[in-house]
């Protein structure tokens, strides 16, 4: 959701759609409606299964504290229920599209699973079209934004098994033909999913009219093709969240953002000019500063965050710590070599230590290293036993893609490790070979399989205050942890003590003041999105 900004507050209502007067922008049809979709809450399996009866997963929201109640008690699941924006802002705060978890809740079914495999990573800024080899997931599991949303339509984490997509699809699909226009969405978005989806009808508000690209005549389509137009129209709407920038295209939200074009230092990489190239030509150019023009909060001061809004003597400490690589001699944390401004992502795959850590902190400490995880001729021998859960193999245990447990030694989670050289997941594969390839000089698949132990998505760190717990588990609850986490693992990297640890890690070289300036640089990040 874009942010909009209005001279005029006024708001009027027509055909049950809220406009913006004519001075906010609006947004593009696709991402209205990819809105709606990304709300609704009949495609679920409890609809499916008790059409009209609530899910119970729902009744609370999961928080590292307290928790809360439910944000759509009395509903189904749908793609809000894990990725919020305002819905307890005034008690738990904003989010960027994530959630307050460390694990969210999901529909009961017969598995017996009740939360999430992983944390819910924000959606801002997921996708980036000058990055190439984007994948979706912690661990790489889909191709496309659309795959994302089909996956998740038809998923466990709406409740349905593995074998039971077919029955997803024709539950969405049916969901969509037969809506009658009346629910609070219809009535909200230009009315039922049949006119707005064909699009045609002389009805329906120019500004919910979708561009030909995006219609289908659910009368004629297809189950697949009706799913597929509604995952592009989903695609559509967490493709376009992100945040603010300028007229300029560079961002523009944060303290950090301010300081950039305050001392008019470069914003963004130069044509031609690799992210890391950037980042060390940006540390240069700080390093060499003579004078220096602070950003004062006192001028500006957050909404949403705890905080105010300026950039410092100490953020600049911390800045200088992120973009350096550290050594015995100098302070460095080496952030910028996984988190590359100005997105702060590679959007690529490193292990950070963190399943290890988890694994040991149960089983005793150097039981990850001894594990024995299956090579690729062994995997593909069994993969029922080694590999997720899929409609050919329903009843995997997936010990690979699991919580840690005191009671199933063997249980961890091995991230991108379960993707590549799947078979069962042929959609990613070109892109995540592209991605391990640059780290390899054979590439052959056992190598690479080897390489991608353990290994999960660099999330962004924009705007990461509104957007924890951390890590791909939720284990950590501070920035303070975090960095705290990451010094520990540097020195089990360097003793050679951390299994396929990020070669990266090596760099960090911290101190406790180190990290307190480090941390004021990441808040310096924050912006406040909405």
Known sequence: MKKLFALVALLFTFSGYVFADEESEADPAEIAIGERLFLETRFAQSWYAHPGKADPALNETRTTGKPLNGAFTGETMNCRACHMVDEHQDKAGMRTYADYARLTPIPSRKDGKRLTGRNSMSLVNISKDDIDNILFHFDGEFNSLEDLVVGTFTGRNFGWQADEKNVAIKHVANIVRNDNGKGDLAQEFGGSYRIILRGTDTGIPSELR??????????????????????????????????????????????????????????????????????????????????????DGNKHDFETHKQAFHFKAKELRGMKLF???????????????????????????????????????????????????????????????????????????????????????????????????????????????????????TCKDDELLARSIATFK??????????????????????????????????LARQGKLRNGDKELAGIHLTATDIDDLVAFLDALNEDYD
């Open 458 to 491: 660099t999330p962004t760190i924009r705007d990461t205050g509104h957007s924890a717990p951390y890590m791909h588990n939720g284990e950590l609850n501070t920035l303070q942890d975090v960095l705290t986490r990451y010094v520990q693992n540097s020195v």
């Open 210 to 295: 979708l561009p030909s690209e995006y219609r289908v005549d659910v009368d004629t389509a297809s189950d697949m093709e009706i799913v597929n137009a509604v995952a592009k129209l989903v695609a559509a709407y967490t493709g376009d969240l992100g945040f603010a920038v300028d007229d300029n295209g560079h961002y523009s939200g944060s303290p950090y953002d301010a300081f950039l074009k305050t001392n008019k230092l470069p914003q963004a990489p130069a044509k031609g000019e690799s992210a890391i190239a950037y980042g060390q030509r940006l540390l240069d150019k700080v390093e060499m500063m003579k004078a220096v023009t602070f950003v």
């Open 323 to 441: 973009f350096r690589t550290g050594s015995t001699s100098q302070s460095g944390g080496n952030c910028a070599s996984c988190h590359h401004a100005p997105h702060f992502t590679d959007f690529r795959f490193h292990n950070t230590g963190i399943s290890q850590n988890m694994y040991d902190v149960v089983h005793g400490q150097g039981n990850f290293q001894k594990l024995d995880i299956p090579d690729l001729a062994k995997r593909n021998q069994s993969p029922g036993r080694y590999l997720p859960a899929t409609a050919t193999h329903p009843d995997a245990t997936a010990p690979f893609r699991s919580h840690v447990s005191k009671d199933k030694t063997g249980y961890t989670d091995l991230g991108l490790w379960n993707i590549f050289a799947n078979p069962a997941m042929p959609g990613p594969q070109k892109k995540i070979r592209a991605v391990l390839c640059n780290a390899s000089t």
